[in-house]
């Protein structure tokens, strides 16, 4: 197996989402890449926890405001770990850039690859999710999104949970999900639940049916699995 297949590159690694899908990728045996934009000591903190995994880490800034130069960070990570075999990017951290370094060492190694993209919508980086799961299937390059919406500041609901998004992450770059691509999965806390007020409104209004009103079948509208 080509060492890439076992490294990991964790953009936004100096948020508490980074640091818990960095940590749950060293538990599944990846050697990981920790890209931060700001905090270095909470990055190194991170590497520190990562290592007494008996794992390697490495630490790098990657800050988007430095585009294209930050972008060397990919790089960098694939000289110190041995190649790049998956790449996860938390909200506001990774360009297309990045990802792009990223791909080309995945084709390299010729073991394919993971791309998660940690996106607050299905627009940016999620958006790309089908393009680029399209274009990089044939070198076995999955590519998939884990959407996490904000939270509003008046609904009554919890937020995302950083281990919930570690966990698909983790899922999302095991062998198990080897044939998955181009999906995107929500993380959504207790709101996935909620059932907004107007549909069980209307659900009150709709009309009752006449119950002497019969309709009969005459063979032109051929009933299908769908309607049985």
């Known amino acids: 197996m080509h060492p890439s297949t076992r ?45 007494s995994r008996s ?38 951290s990774t360009a297309v850039e990045c990802i792009q370094r990223a791909v080309r060492y995945m084709i390299a190694s ?3 690859g993971r791309i998660v993209n940690i996106t607050p919508s299905s627009f940016g980086l999620g958006g790309l999710t089908g393009l680029l799961a399209a274009e990089l299937a044939r070198y076995s390059i999955t590519v998939n999104s884990v959407v996490v919406p904000a939270v509003e500041p ?12 570690a966990a698909v992450a983790s899922y999302l770059t095991a062998p198990a999900a080897m044939f998955v691509t181009g999906a995107a999965y929500v993380v959504d806390g207790a709101r996935i639940a909620m059932i907004p007020h107007s549909l069980t409104e209307a ?10 009103r019969i309709r009969s079948y005459t063979g032109r509208w051929a009933p299908t699995r769908w309607t049985r």
């Open 55 to 92: 794992v390697n880490a490495a630490v790098q800034r990657m800050d988007l405001a430095d585009l294209p130069d930050s972008a060397a960070a990919v790089d960098e990570f694939a000289r110190e770990l041995g190649g790049i075999g998956v790449l996860v990017s938390c909200p506001g």
């Open 7 to 51: 490294t990991a590159v964790v953009t936004g690694s100096d948020s508490p989402m980074g640091r818990a899908v960095a940590l749950a990728l060293a538990d599944d045996g990846f050697h990981i890449g920790l890209a931060y934009a700001a905090d270095r000591d909470s990055a190194e903190s991170t590497a520190a926890d990562i290592r």
């Open 203 to 212: 659900a009150t209004r709709r009309p009752a049916r006449r119950a002497n």
């Open 110 to 112: 010729g073991e394919g």
């Open 154 to 165: 008046d609904f009554a609901s919890p937020g995302p949970d950083d281990r919930e998004v």
